[in-house]
């Protein structure tokens, strides 16, 4: 079993900044890759960005892509998500996810086996 649990949402104009971070337990945290999904109201989830156990392999959704920064500290157990230039349209709740097959960067929802509980994100315009 995996327990993961997001933090660092909250309100942020146009422009702005955030930091999210997901806190693994459980198991070893190099043993899977990591993902970050959001789902806004009305809409379905949506990929955002993944990475695999080393680092070495990193996915980002188009609509991210030179925007938000996935990284990850094997020694802390935690992913992060970096979001500069936030935009009204990233509002949502962000979800971290752990893929026990740890070697890819996979944007499918599906392939993940363990979900967080989520966190806000709200961008005002």
């Known amino acids: 079993q995996v327990q993961l649990v997001e933090s660092g949402g909250g309100l942020v104009q146009a422009g702005g900044s955030l930091r999210l971070s997901c806190a693994a337990s459980g198991r070893t945290f190099s043993s899977y890759a990591m993902g970050w999904f959001r789902q806004a109201p009305g809409k379905e989830r949506e990929f955002v960005a993944a990475?695999?156990?080393?680092?070495?392999?990193?996915n980002y959704a188009g609509s991210v892509k030179g925007r938000f920064t996935i990284s990850r500290d094997n020694a802390k157990n935690t992913v992060y998500l970096q979001m500069n230039s936030l935009k009204p349209e990233d509002t949502a709740v962000y979800y971290c996810?752990?893929?026990?097959?740890?070697?890819?960067?996979?944007?499918?929802?599906?392939?993940?086996?363990?979900w967080g509980q989520g966190t806000q994100v709200t961008v005002s315009s």
């Open positions: 996810a752990a893929n026990l097959e740890k070697y890819g960067s996979s944007s499918r929802g599906s392939e993940y086996d363990y």
């Open positions: 990475i695999n156990w080393s680092g070495s392999s990193i």
